[in-house]
């Protein structure tokens, strides 16, 4: 069953402006605004909780974690989530959390890298500068020309989520440094937690979103996508599981759908068709036997780099879990041009060593409508009446384009032979009668 293009478009939070390409700060922290040395004042300065019984600063870096450290788990949201329209917009932790702490101004983030990464000493301001109610991403290079990242948290939850995902970065870039991925993924280099802050530095790696609905089939980006997906559901599952992040098993992936299916339905908003194509999909046992695999879990353009015509770069890995490989190419199905799907599934194909299991399309274009009635749920349970009447709106549109057609074509039953009758042969094998005909004496 191929795949059927629903078109859905969903545009992300609203963002600041882009800054110009970089703003100087005169290449010393002593130099900065005074807003930002202020910053640094007390920065270096003591913050009750924040220090230890010395009264030093608690400023991390990965580089002297041992290799038994296990970061904080984050419970990750249901499988799927990344997939469908609600891109970037779906309930996070991020949007789970309390109220935001104020923000830092870049200059001031700037200057805070400076005490959580040694030797960074901030020249300039640079690309991205971004910021939402809960995150704000700054960028900076410093006077030895190093391009970094300054990530501060102003919820608890996304920090949690920022030192979950550092432990899963720092254990895939030692994949990347063994010559074992073909992509790159940011490096943390340091964190400063301290009253009001919390602040992470990553290096700052070079590409741009990937656009997928402008790819063209054969070699090139389609390829690259479909190498690079690959490549990530062979990574090892302990990448995932020592990092602290969740890990579920077949049967868990369906019953949580299921709980999800359960849910949509409680809030009489989601049309009885698609309960019923869904349900009898999750009802399919023969749907749900595959080998679980490390999934990025948040996979959408802006997270997938590309340069020179192949992919470069995968980032947003703090929804990285073990599960169902179709949960991350559901945004693939639901987002690149049908005629690309071919070149796309070929190079997963090759990069996947133990070959893909036959019901991997029909997951995919399941969990893709299934984040629909997610998106909707998100709604219902913010009270964010907007929300709740894009998913009804898309809901409705989707429920209009299937009909009743089932997700998975129910097989066609083979009826066992009754013991002890023969089965009729094949007319062609059946004897013609055989004439008599006399035969006379030979005395005649």
């Known amino acids: 069953m191929g795949p059927v293009a629903y078109g859905w478009t969903m545009s992300q939070p609203p963002q600041s402006p882009d800054a ?60 799927g989530a990344s997939a469908g329209p609600p891109k970037n917009s779906r309930p996070t932790p991020e949007t789970q959390s309390a109220t935001p702490r104020p923000r830092h101004s870049a200059l001031a983030l700037a200057a805070m890298a400076s005490v959580a990464v040694a030797g960074l000493n901030p020249a300039r301001l640079a690309l991205p500068q971004s910021e939402t109610p809960e995150r704000h991403i700054t960028g900076v290079i410093d006077t030895q020309g190093r391009h970094w990242e300054v990530h501060e948290a102003r919820t608890d939850a996304v920090g949690a989520s920022l030192e979950a995902e550092a432990e899963v970065l720092r254990r895939i870039g ?10 790159d993924v940011p490096r943390v280099s340091g964190s400063l ?7 992470q530095v990553r290096s700052h790696v070079e590409g741009k979103p990937i656009p997928v609905e402008a790819l063209r089939p054969g070699p090139g980006m389609s390829a690259g996508l479909g190498k690079a997906l690959g490549e990530i559901h062979e990574l090892d599952m302990s990448v995932i599981s020592e990092a602290g992040m969740p890990v579920y098993d077949a049967e868990e992936v369906r019953r949580r759908w299921l709980s999800l299916l359960d849910d949509a339905a409680a809030t009489g908003k989601t049309p009885p068709t698609l309960l019923g194509r869904w349900e009898q999909a999750l009802e399919d046992t023969a749907l749900w036997r595959f080998r679980p695999t490390v999934v990025h879990g948040d996979l959408a353009e802006e997270n997938v ?14 929804q990285a879990h073990v599960g169902d490989p179709a949960e991350d190419l559901a945004w693939v199905y639901s987002s690149a041009p049908v005629d690309c799907l071919d070149s796309i599934e070929d190079a997963y194909d090759i990069a996947r060593s133990e070959g893909v299991d036959r019901h991997l399309r029909e997951r995919a274009e399941l969990v893709s409508e299934l984040s629909l009635a997610r998106w909707l749920l998100h709604g219902v349970r913010t009270g964010d009446k907007p929300v709740i009447n894009d998913a009804v709106a898309m809901l409705e549109d989707l429920a209009a384009q299937v009909g009743d057609a089932p997700l998975v074509e129910p097989a066609a039953p083979r009826l066992a032979p009754v013991p002890g009758e023969r089965e009729p042969a094949e007319p062609d094998a059946i004897t013609n009668p055989v004439a008599m005909v006399r035969v006379d004496d030979e005395d005649d």
């Open 305 to 318: 780099l590309v340069a020179g015509g192949t992919v470069v770069a995968v980032r947003g890995w703090s």
């Open 193 to 199: 937690r301290q009253q009001g802050a919390h602040i």
């Open 174 to 183: 030692r994949v990347v440094d063994d010559g074992r991925l073909s992509f």
């Open 20 to 79: 110009p390409g970089s703003t100087d700060v005169d290449g010393r922290v002593d130099d900065l605004t005074d807003e930002a040395a202020s910053d640094v004042e007390r920065a270096a300065a003591p913050a009750g909780d924040d220090h230890d019984d010395h009264g030093k600063q608690q400023v991390e870096h990965p580089g002297g974690h041992d290799d038994d450290y296990r970061a904080p788990v984050v419970v990750a949201p249901l499988p």
